[in-house]
Nanobody, 119 residues
Framework: VQLQASGGGLVQPGGSLRLSCAAS????????MGWYRQAPGKQRELVAA???????NYAESVKARFTISRDNPKNTVYLQMTSLKPEDTAVYYC??????????????WGQGTLVTVSS
């Protein structure tokens, strides 16, 4: 299973970006899928995710600014980020908990995409 993330870049404060993450490989089902981020010198933290039952979970710091969405047939999740702030600067990682065709459930990480918010 591979997670391919894209969409990062440099944006000015107040701007917007959209991240995409596509899962591919021997996937039977995806239980949880979402985004984490890690800023320099800080621990990796949850940003937003689809959790069990199709519900969403957001970090308090991004609520009302970020929106997670998904395209199930494409095994893809998106993160629409608006009103970006310098403190949103981080490497954003896609994460998925996947049941593969051998019926094992494993956790996978994408390669990370850098988001820089700066004027």
């Amino acid at each position: 299973v591979q997670l391919q993330a894209s969409g990062g870049g440099l944006v000015q404060p107040g701007g917007s970006l959209r991240l995409s993450c596509a899962a591919s490989g021997s996937i039977l089902s995806i239980n949880v899928m979402g985004w984490y981020r890690q800023a320099p010198g800080k621990q990796r933290e949850l940003v937003a995710a689809f959790i069990t039952g199709g519900r969403t979970n957001y970090a308090e710091s991004v609520k009302a600014r970020f929106t997670i969405s998904r395209d199930n047939p494409k095994n893809t999740v998106y993160l629409q980020m608006t009103s970006l702030k310098p403190e949103d600067t981080a490497v954003y990682y896609c994460n998925a908990n996947v049941r593969t065709i051998d019926w094992h459930r494993r956790n996978y990480w994408g390669q990370g995409t850098l988001v820089t918010v700066s004027s």
